[in-house]
């Protein structure tokens, strides 16, 4: 038996012959899901192409938004360093070329600012004479007109001067003025305006990038140098131009002519300001600005026209290529529109998409994709990068890529109903809700940079763009459009005509809807950093095309609850210390001195989510001769706040106390001395330029004119030593405290 016996271990286990595989440990949560990113990661290469355009606005808009002008070195050694990561990391290559996109994208902006960006004049000029050029012309709904000027030069001084100005004159202007004509004036000439509050909206910047180098306004009458028959040759764009506005000017009147105008040649100027609100406030404020939809209209027509008609004949359809023929003659055709109605960015992207599906219908590819999007993004922020500080081309980019991700993800749907519902009825199926959708994720998609920019939201835009797009489409556009087409031959009034009803019809539905009850809520703007995460986030979601794209949602949908929680400024001041607002404790933002009426009050008013300010000055001061007593209490959140001078007497709460500390508004020199021993915060009316000592803080109107407008920051805790005394934690922040080029 023990013979038989055979040790165990020498047997040789049946798993472990060679050949046979060995057995994988169980794999944990984590590379499971390693592994799952990695694939999605793999199948994604066809889409990385996408995100050119977002490092090359990331670039663009990194340097406009410097708060200092960087050294051009420092923007080509960053290139150069990820360049040749680029080239040493294969593993992240994809990574490290996005970078030296927005790298290359960051020093292009520069170069092209300091190398062919207008020189600015520094300070205010006194009034001069003035001999210029008239670039354009516009009417002021608030009274005057706007003069855009070139080759601008001062008879008998040598000045360096912009090339480009802007000009208000309320003065007498002759009604026969016009684009090309050459003009003398008495003029005075001011540096770029400044931002009216610390992040918002740089007007001065916007103008910069135009080509202005200064403003103005114009204290003498405009006299005209050249008469009609001597003005200066405009070219065929203007006359034509020209000629349509008299033709509308003919067949329409009122709101009618001003929004014909804005529709087919890019002129809002002439739109009553009321009318103008209101189609604010209904949702449908993006209708008056050329865009897609006037450019898909334009194609549309010209392309079906053009095709149609040569399909006509047999012989040219069975030798000639009509769809690439149409497509050509389309493509020209948008360029001609789009230089009829003075190239605005939007239209311009809107062209550039356009002509791109043209060029795929002629290759044979398909046509509406987001690769189209980015193809019509790239040129316009590689020759343009200034670009990306323009409103309407963030907005209108925001929601075409909205727009084509979503119907991408729709598409089968779409497809179902019209096989399921025939044709006819299917077809008119997904018209409707091809509205509907397209209303949704537009909304969203520019819901962010509205409430950015503009603090508000429209609750009633998704009504009104199911009425007012199929008027537009199928009734004021076709009208307007044929109204051009027949103005050179004097047929054009029966076409406008019947476009003036249809803008009748929308105004009258605009007036409907911006009147019901909580048509319009103002909200105060989101932080910066929120809206740039909430923007990568959505890129994210679009340009993906795995379950990869769904790691952004978690974070859309925390943004908006963080978005808004940042301290609010407790004093608002303008450059010149003779308005300022004050943040109270119970209305609000109360404007304490300057006028309501104001465009700098009115940002303030925009900018703390308020509709404006009331007449509540009087509660929150005590003024005399000298200046003014504003008293200061720890506010619920944590910041310093106005109390009403009616509850100064009240008894102490547990956690505050009436009137922690002082501010003072000191508008005359007799009563700084008082101020400076009051241990307050003071505001300065007027140039001083020396210090009170000891005092909580100061600040006077020569610092607010050399640094531009200031938000103060004044916040306070309770000490833990003794529940009566509380610390001061101040902060002031300026408009614009370094130089830029567009910065006097």
Not at 244 to 267: C, E, H, R, T
Not at 445 to 453: F, G, N, R
Not at 699 to 725: E, H, N
Request: charged share 15%; proline share 6%; net charge positive.
């Amino acid at each position: 038996m023990n013979t038989a016996t055979s040790d165990i271990s020498s047997v040789t286990p049946l798993f472990t012959e060679p050949g046979w595989p060995e057995s994988e440990p169980p794999l944990s949560d984590f590379e499971k899901l390693r592994r799952a990113l990695t694939a999605a990661w793999q199948r994604e290469h066809t889409q990385r192409l996408l995100w050119a355009p977002a490092g090359l606005a990331a670039g663009a808009g990194l340097y406009f938004n410097l708060p200092f002008e960087p050294p051009i070195a420092a923007g080509i050694f960053a290139l150069w360093v990820s360049v040749l990561l680029a080239w040493l990391l294969p593993t992240y290559r994809t990574f490290a070329l996005l970078i030296a996109l927005i790298c290359a994208s960051f020093c292009g902006a520069q170069v092209k600012t300091q190398a062919f960006g207008p020189s600015v004049i520094t300070k205010q000029q006194p009034a001069r004479n003035y001999i210029a050029r008239v670039e354009r012309v516009e009417e002021r709904l608030e009274g005057g007109w706007r003069i855009h000027l070139s080759d601008v030069a001062s008879p008998g001084e040598t000045l360096k001067l912009p090339a480009k100005v802007r000009l208000v004159a309320r003065t007498d202007v002759p009604a026969t003025l016009r684009a090309g004509q050459r003009i003398s004036l008495r003029a005075v000439l001011t540096p770029l305006p400044r931002p009216v509050l610390p992040g918002s909206y740089d007007f001065g910047r916007a103008l910069f990038l135009k080509g202005y180098g200064a403003t103005g306004f114009a204290v003498s009458a405009v006299t005209v140098l050249t008469g009609s028959d001597e003005a200066l040759e405009v070219g065929v764009i203007t006359r034509a131009r020209k000629s349509v506005d008299a033709a509308i000017n003919k067949a329409l009147a009122g709101p009618s002519a001003g929004l014909a105008k804005a529709l087919l040649l890019g002129d809002k100027s002439q739109i009553p300001r009321d009318v103008r609100e209101t189609y604010r406030r209904a949702g449908l404020a993006h209708l008056l600005a050329i865009s897609g939809l006037h450019m898909a209209l334009v194609a549309g027509c010209v392309f079906l026209c053009i095709r149609q008609g040569l399909s006509c004949s047999a012989r040219l359809a069975l030798i000639l290529p009509l769809k690439s023929i149409a497509a050509g003659v389309t493509i020209a055709a948008l360029i001609c529109y789009l230089m009829l109605v003075g190239a605005p960015v939007s239209a311009q992207r809107a062209t550039l998409m356009a002509s791109c599906v043209m060029l795929a219908i002629i290759v044979g590819r398909s046509a509406i994709s987001l690769r189209t999007a980015a193809l019509a993004a790239i040129p316009m922020l590689v020759l343009w990068p200034e670009n990306i500080t323009d409103i309407g081309f963030q907005m209108s980019f925001a929601a075409v890529v909205a727009l084509v991700s979503g119907y991408e993800a729709a598409a089968t749907t779409f497809a179902r109903l019209r096989v399921r519902y025939g044709p006819v009825r299917g077809g008119a199926l997904n018209y409707l809700l091809g509205i509907m959708l397209s209303t949704i994720l537009a909304e969203i998609a520019v819901l962010p940079l509205s409430l950015y920019h503009f603090n508000e939201i429209t609750v009633y835009g998704l009504i009104g763009n199911a009425f007012a797009v199929p008027i537009t489409g199928f009734w004021v556009m076709p009208a307007g459009l044929m109204g051009i087409l027949l103005t050179p031959f004097g047929l054009a009034d029966p076409a406008f005509y019947m476009m003036g009803l249809g803008l009748d019809l929308m105004t009258a539905l605009t007036q409907d809807i911006s009147a019901a009850p909580g048509a319009y809520l103002a909200f105060k703007s989101p932080s910066t950093v929120a809206l740039l995460v909430f923007c990568c986030a959505g890129l994210w979601l679009c340009l993906w095309r795995t379950r990869l794209r769904y790691l952004s949602v978690p974070v859309l949908l925390i943004i908006p609850f963080v978005a808004f929680s940042y301290q609010m400024p407790t004093l608002l001041l303008s450059p010149s210390a003779n308005a300022f607002a004050v943040k109270t404790t119970r209305d609000g933002y109360v404007l304490l001195h300057g006028k309501r009426s104001s465009f700098a009050a009115q940002v303030w008013a925009r900018e703390m989510g308020q509709a404006g300010f009331s007449e509540m000055k009087e509660r929150y001061q005590r003024c005399d001769m000298e200046g003014c007593v504003i008293q200061l209490e720890l506010n619920t959140d944590g910041g310093l706040a106005a109390v009403p001078q009616a509850d100064l007497n009240r008894p102490p709460h547990a956690a505050t106390s009436a009137a922690l500390y002082r501010l003072e508004y000191v508008k005359h020199p007799a009563g700084l001395s008082d101020a400076c021993s009051s241990k307050s915060f003071i505001i300065v009316a007027y140039d001083a330029h020396h210090r009170c000592e000891g005092t909580i803080g100061y600040i006077s109107a020569d610092t607010l004119a050399r640094d531009g407008p200031a938000s103060i920051f004044l916040s306070a805790s309770v000490s833990t030593a003794k529940a009566s005394l509380y610390i001061l934690d101040m902060k002031i922040s300026y408009a614009r405290a370094s130089r830029r080029p567009w910065v006097p």
